[in-house]
Nanobody
Framework: QVQLVESGGGLVQAGGSLRLSCAAS????????MGWFRQAPGKEREFVAA????????YYADSLKGRFTISRDNAKNTVYLQMNSLKPEDTAVYYC???????????????????WGQGTQVTVSS
């Protein structure tokens, strides 16, 4: 069992930055690939970024490359999402998710992930 707790969301002006954190419980964090997703009001949850269990490989939604950076610290059981040059359309609830590493990592797909956090709200004002 893995519990995920996101933090770092808030209200920021367009052009600003935020760093989200996702703290995981348990001693097997390094066995999990980790992803970030977001869901805006009235929209489906969408893929943002993902990182392999070792941190050696990262993946991004094409539209977010260059503005968002995912990283992890396995010693701290934490994954991060650095978000720069934020836009009003980035407003959403951001979720982290954990996928037990057991083969091909279908990082974009929600049902790939075994555990989800409760989400943290990010609001970008214009």
């Amino acid at each position: 069992q893995v519990q995920l707790v996101e933090s770092g969301g808030g209200l920021v002006q367009a052009g600003g930055s935020l760093r989200l954190s996702c703290a995981a419980s348990g001693r097997t964090f390094s066995s999990y690939n980790m992803g970030w997703f977001r869901q805006a009001p009235g929209k489906e949850r969408e893929f943002v970024a993902a990182i392999s269990w070792s941190g050696g490989t990262t993946y991004y939604a094409d539209s977010l490359k260059g503005r968002f950076t995912i990283s992890r610290d396995n010693a701290k059981n934490t994954v991060y999402l650095q978000m720069n040059s934020l836009k009003p359309e980035d407003t959403a609830v951001y979720y982290c998710a954990a996928d037990f590493n057991s083969g091909t990592y279908y990082y974009k797909f929600l049902n790939e992930y075994d555990y989800w956090g409760q989400g943290t709200q990010v609001t970008v004002s214009s």
